[in-house]
């Protein structure tokens, strides 16, 4: 795929593939699979990640993300496997979310809400609960779905997606809700599909390690660098034509300097419009250490369709 000619162009070259390239699933799968339970026995990559296995930094990695493994993600799954050696029973997961079930959940029900009610730090709560979806998830998938496009090993699209560059004056934060993370269903995770990782980065609401990376990065770029793409009526609009041309636009002929500068940041928040608002909050505050905030300046980003650009 040749170069894009504009900053705009990179932006909505996901929106002009998508329009381009429909998904065609079979509509009978998540039906049939809904009910269906999963052991942690029948992973499909072999008896080194069977039960007693730990979360590896390259199984991690490999469900899109770049950062270290999440040290409360890791010590939940620690303690799940625990409580199977302690209850003598085995974790069942089952549903398109790779939910517990059987008598594993009960055991294991009682003992997440109490280590949640012992918890008086609401920003602990916060992440214990991130933490407990988010490794019920990856223990839920494993030898199941496809790591790269989250969708079950027989109905795997990667094959399909084409890889493309996007113009390096703009990174993408995909700011995902943990219940919203490794659903089948979810768009998002062609951000990164196409551009790449480190083009576009998701960032786990509630997992600390995810946020300070995009928190960092924020204020390194600096104000007038990040824009959240969330509607809000109480604020002023801008599109992404205002953004980049409100100077004189120069082209990307020298790629190396353009590069060299800091880029703009756009934050897609990816969740339930009820969990979203709870994630735009959090967003408008930059942590600087402990639970002191600082505010940041929020814009409101409109994209353009191709159509409309002038």
């Not at 839920?140 to 969708?151: P, V």
């Not at 004189?248 to 979203?276: C, H, R, Y």
Request: with cysteine; glycine share 8%; net charge neutral.
């Amino acid at each position: 795929m040749p170069i894009l000619d504009s900053p705009v162009c990179a932006v909505l070259a996901t929106r002009c593939f998508l329009a381009s390239s429909p998904l065609t699933v079979p509509k009978t799968w998540p039906a049939l699979r809904a009910g269906s339970p999963r052991g942690s026995s029948s992973m499909a990559e072999g008896a080194e990640r069977e039960k007693g296995e730990g979360l590896s930094l390259k199984e991690w990695q490999g469900w899109g993300t770049s950062s270290p493994v999440p040290a409360m993600v890791a010590e939940v799954v620690e303690d799940l496997r625990a409580l199977e050696r302690e209850t003598g029973t085995h974790m069942s997961f089952g549903g398109l979310g790779g939910k517990l079930q059987g008598s594993f959940k009960v055991h294991e029900d009682i003992k997440h809400r109490a280590v949640y009610d012992s918890l008086t730090d609401p920003e602990k709560k916060l992440q214990f609960f991130a933490a407990r979806q988010i490794a019920c998830r990856v223990l839920g998938n494993r030898g199941y779905l496809c790591q790269k496009c989250w969708l079950p090993m027989e109905d795997c699209m990667c094959s399909r997606l084409v890889p493309c560059p996007l113009w390096c004056g703009i990174k993408f934060w995909l700011y995902m809700h943990p219940k919203d993370f490794l659903r089948q269903n979810n768009t998002g995770k062609l951000l990164w599909q196409i551009f790449g990782i480190q083009a576009a980065t998701l960032c786990l609401f509630g997992i600390p390690e995810h946020e300070e990376i995009m928190w960092d990065a924020f204020r390194h770029s600096g104000k007038g660098m990040v824009w959240f793409l969330y509607p809000n009526k109480s604020l002023s609009p801008k599109s992404v034509h205002d953004i980049f041309l409100e100077e004189p636009f120069t082209g990307l002929e020298d790629q190396t300097a353009i590069s060299e500068e800091k880029p703009s940041n756009f934050v897609l928040i990816d969740g339930t419009w009820s969990n979203s608002a709870a994630m735009y909050r959090r967003l408008k505050w930059c942590r600087t250490g402990g639970h002191h905030y600082v505010k940041m300046k929020i814009y409101l980003v409109f994209l353009y369709q191709p159509w409309e650009l002038p």
